[in-house]
């Protein structure tokens, strides 16, 4: 049963897009994840130099296994957060915590007293504790931080906001970047703001623009913490990154230009009334944001001077979501009232977050535990390609946190050729190529977890808060099935798909 539906869930891909050769094979979430995949990857003392061994699970009674029919609550919860908002608003709107928690708790409580696995919920609490504290603090920093842009909205002047947000999606994370701009673009727009400029931000800002750095997005952060060098993103993922948003900038500029209202009479009289300045306050909340990212690099696994819980060999951190945390606190206590006015800040898109991401990260153990233990199994390693890691992390990140699938799949594809991913030397021989086309896989493994992020709301934690914090200006954003159906499948996967077909598919 797990076998059959680990295999359906590598190949879904393939079946959704119809293409004959392609096999299927997000936040901050500490690299205490690896610890769960290392278990099923890292090959025995006694046959450690034998490659076959490496594909072989290690400690295989350690912890139990959930079976295939635990996936359900995971299916419901995604089921729910696409159709609740539209076929039962009022109930979802008021039940949705209750329903998030409740259907995490029943897989939480089997895995503790069915499985005899404390393992497991004990990680995925972990990681809930360090993307919550990442989000919520620069959500409120942010907040505090009020942006104007006295300037005539224009489809060339969207353009260049939105690649100036893709830019600094490599400094301060798609999650900084993306509550530090998003209100200042809704108020541009404000006399023409529509779903599709939302769309294209979490697109843009939200996802495909923090390619280049490990602090843009976190699968690339997780990756330079296990031994993959700084500006290995920046050198291997310009090229795909610079593609897709050209390719964009290009649609949104012509639908901008076609369906915005940027071209009426009254929006031309009223041009010589802007100043063309842009002016800030609360600029203090600057050192806010400034924290927070010194604290991101504060992790024990990488300095061992930093405090740590250890638990189960593994060290989790505390030091780094304290920081932010009493940052997410402070940050606000002193933020400028003006700036969360002008904001129209509240606590109601992180709450959200909070509440769908508990659901998200509690019911999806099995669906990450049954795909993992696949890849890794000697059938799955047969079918690790480029090709198939392309479209296997990206169609799972889309559905699933693309940091954990970023995980599983590394581990697999570095367990596939010997390598161990929990060594540091291995991943960073593994990222500069001295294992057969290691480096081009890893490039498909980075380049999909970040793009596909987009394709849902839930494939990365900044796009729920855009939704959020745009439901709360009154634009009337997509369904959960809307997005996908109207904007992901005809405008984001055929570029996607442009991706593949120009760096990997005629590759080798």
Do not use: C
Request: net charge negative; glycine share 6%; charged share 10%.
């Amino acid at each position: 049963m797990k076998k059959y539906l680990a295999s359906w869930l590598l190949l879904f891909g393939l079946l959704m897009i119809g293409a004959p050769n392609v096999i299927v094979a997000h936040s901050l979430p500490s690299p205490s994840f690896i610890t769960q995949v290392q278990e099923q990857v890292t090959p025995s003392q006694e046959s450690e130099n034998s490659p076959q061994s490496a594909l072989e699970p290690a400690h295989e009674d350690s912890h139990g296994h959930a079976p295939g029919w635990l996936v359900i609550p995971f299916a419901l919860l995604l089921l729910m957060i696409a159709t609740g908002p539209l076929f039962y608003e009022h109930f979802w709107h008021h039940h949705y915590p209750k329903i998030a928690v409740s259907l995490a708790v029943i897989v939480v409580l089997y895995y503790l007293f069915v499985l005899q696995n404390v393992h497991n919920p004990v990680h995925a609490l972990a990681e809930y504790v360090q993307f919550i504290a990442l989000l919520a603090s620069l959500f409120i920093a942010s907040g505090g931080i009020l942006i104007q842009v006295d300037k005539q909205s224009t489809p060339i002047a969207n353009v260049i906001l939105l690649l100036i947000g893709a830019l600094i999606s490599n400094l301060i994370g798609t999650t900084g970047a993306s509550m530090l701009l998003i209100r200042p673009f809704i108020r541009l727009n404000k006399h023409n703001i529509q779903p599709y400029h939302i769309i294209f931000f979490i697109f843009m800002v939200s996802n495909i623009g923090g390619s280049l750095t490990p602090i843009g997005d976190p699968p690339l952060f997780l990756g330079f913490l296990k031994g993959v060098p700084f500006f290995w993103t920046l050198e291997h993922n310009w090229p795909a990154w610079i593609l897709a948003l050209t390719i964009l900038s290009i649609i949104f500029y012509l639908v901008d230009r076609k369906f915005g209202k940027n071209g009426s009479n009254g929006e031309l009289e009223e041009e010589n009334h802007f100043s063309n300045k842009i002016s800030l306050t609360g600029t203090k909340n600057f050192f806010w944001l400034l924290l927070i990212i010194i604290s991101v690099f504060l992790d024990p696994n990488v300095l061992d001077w930093v405090p740590a819980i250890h638990y189960d060999g593994q060290k989790f951190s505390f030091i780094r979501e304290t920081i932010m945390f009493s940052v997410a606190y402070f940050s606000y206590k002193f933020a400028d009232r003006k700036a969360l006015q002008g904001n129209e800040f509240n606590f109601e898109p992180i709450r959200e977050v909070a509440f769908i991401f508990i659901g998200i990260f509690g019911t999806m153990m099995p669906a990450l535990e049954l795909v993992g233990t696949f890849a890794q199994s000697e059938e799955g390693a047969a079918m690790i390609t480029y090709n198939s890691l392309y479209w296997g992390t990206g169609l799972l990140s889309g559905f699933l946190d693309n940091a954990p699938t970023y995980l599983n799949f590394l581990a697999a594809a570095m367990a596939s050729q010997g390598a161990d991913i929990n060594m540091i030397q291995d991943v960073k021989d593994f990222a500069m190529d001295n294992y057969l086309e290691s480096s081009f896989e890893l490039m498909a493994i980075s380049i999909a977890s970040v793009f596909f992020g987009a394709m849902t709301y839930i494939g990365n934690g900044p796009n729920f808060m855009v939704k959020s914090i745009a439901e709360q200006s009154g634009i009337k954003m997509p369904s959960f099935f809307g997005y996908i159906l109207r904007f992901s499948i005809p405008i984001l996967l055929p570029i996607l798909l442009i991706t593949w077909l120009v760096f990997f598919a005629f590759a080798g």
